[in-house]
């Protein structure tokens, strides 16, 4: 049964991240999300956990330096983007997240990317597709920590059947509101994260 499950899963996943096309270039995927956005949906926190679900985790981000769940205590909220090389509206809202990211006081907020095709289902890390994160975060200047799905992560990152997708968490790591699938514009992200963080501030 367990064997079963883990094909069902893998095989979903995949079917989920075909969705996304593959390419690299950031003007022309900017383009292309402005006029066919990926998805325009809003799922439960339940699809990624409980409010009170915590994110424990070691890993390490795409130039190898350690990183843990002790990155949340620096900021009331962090906005973690799951995101994937392949998936052009993943990378063409990476500019909108990278300004956001300069323009918010980190100590409210801060941003995250996680790259779900940094490992494959059992865990084993792509250096390609590391070296492609690393490029794609410094040429759309999203210069915040891209963590790869290592240890803890990975069964987290397993959950994901659609990315984009955005989770917040608070200064404990815990869940809050809901997760977001699918990208956005400068704009709709702000107005998404001032409504989060407020509720987070309360």
């Given at each position: 049964?367990?064997k079963?499950?883990?094909?069902f899963?893998?095989?979903?996943l995949?079917?989920?991240?075909?969705?996304?096309?593959?390419?690299?270039?950031?003007?022309?995927?900017?383009?292309e999300?402005?006029?066919?956005?990926?998805v325009?949906?809003?799922?439960?926190?339940a699809?990624?956990?409980?409010?009170?679900?915590k994110?424990s985790?070691?890993?390490?981000d795409?130039?190898?330096n350690?990183?843990?769940?002790?990155?949340?205590?620096?900021?009331?909220?962090?906005?973690?983007?799951v995101?994937?090389?392949?998936?052009s509206?993943c990378?063409?809202?990476?500019p909108?997240?990278?300004?956001?990211?300069?323009?918010?006081?980190?100590?409210?907020v801060?941003?995250?990317?996680?790259?779900?095709?940094?490992?494959d289902?059992?865990?084993?890390?792509?250096?390609?597709?590391?070296?492609?994160?690393?490029?794609?975060?410094?040429?759309?200047?999203?210069?915040?920590?891209?963590?790869?799905p290592?240890?803890?992560?990975?069964?987290f990152?397993?959950?994901?059947?659609?990315?984009?997708?955005?989770?917040?968490?608070?200064?404990?790591?815990?869940?809050?509101?809901?997760?977001?699938?699918?990208?956005?514009?400068?704009?709709?992200?702000?107005?998404?994260?001032?409504?989060?963080?407020?509720?987070?501030?309360?």
């Amino acid at each position: 049964m367990k064997k079963f499950t883990s094909l069902f899963l893998s095989i979903m996943l995949c079917l989920a991240l075909c969705a996304c096309s593959d390419g690299n270039d950031v003007s022309e995927n900017k383009s292309e999300t402005t006029t066919e956005p990926f998805v325009y949906e809003t799922t439960t926190a339940a699809a990624v956990g409980s409010k009170a679900e915590k994110l424990s985790f070691e890993s390490e981000d795409i130039y190898g330096n350690k990183v843990s769940d002790s990155i949340f205590k620096s900021s009331k909220l962090t906005v973690i983007n799951v995101w994937g090389t392949f998936c052009s509206p993943c990378i063409a809202e990476m500019p909108y997240l990278a300004e956001l990211s300069d323009e918010y006081n980190k100590a409210d907020v801060q941003f995250v990317g996680l790259v779900i095709d940094a490992a494959d289902y059992y865990g084993n890390i792509d250096d390609s597709i590391v070296e492609d994160a690393r490029s794609i975060a410094e040429k759309t200047k999203a210069d915040y920590t891209h963590i790869l799905p290592m240890n803890e992560l990975l069964v987290f990152s397993n959950s994901f059947f659609s990315v984009p997708t955005t989770v917040f968490v608070n200064s404990e790591g815990e869940l809050v509101s809901s997760s977001v699938v699918g990208s956005r514009d400068k704009e709709e992200w702000k107005s998404i994260i001032d409504s989060v963080l407020e509720g987070v501030s309360k």
